[in-house]
Nanobody, 126 residues
Framework: EVQLQASGGGLAQAGGSLRLSCTAS????????IGWFRQAPGKPREGVAC????????YYADSVKGRFTITTDVAKTTMYLQMNTLKPEDTAVYYC???????????????????WGQGTQVTVSS
């Protein structure tokens, strides 16, 4: 069974940086689509940064392009979300997700993923 453990959230000032981590147990990310999603109060969960399996396609939400980067470690058991130049509107609960059977056209959809980490709160103050 795939289990994901997210960490690294916290409080940052606008313009600052945070790095989120998500470690998998029971699997490596080879041939998996992986992604980071976020959900702010009263808003739907949205894909922030997602990357797909062997094709290596990577999606970034327009709101984070040039500021956020999704990567994995060499062993492909941990995914990261490096968040730079943070803005107050980045405040949300962030979730990591993974799934082996993601159609690439759906890579940014939360409904495409079966495995989720627990959320980690990111709060950006102005």
């Amino acid at each position: 069974e795939v289990q994901l453990q997210a960490s690294g959230g916290g409080l940052a000032q606008a313009g600052g940086s945070l790095r989120l981590s998500c470690t998998a147990s029971g699997v490596t990310f080879d041939d998996y689509a992986i992604g980071w999603f976020r959900q702010a109060p009263g808003k739907p969960r949205e894909g922030v940064a997602c990357t797909g399996g062997s094709d290596g396609i990577t999606y970034y939400a327009d709101s984070v392009k040039g500021r956020f980067t999704i990567t994995t470690d060499v062993a492909k058991t941990t995914m990261y979300l490096q968040m730079n130049t943070l803005k107050p509107e980045d405040t949300a609960v962030y979730y990591c997700a993974a799934d082996r059977n993601v159609i690439l056209s759906s890579i940014r959809s939360s409904r495409a993923y079966d495995y989720w980490g627990q959320g980690t709160q990111v709060t950006v103050s102005s």
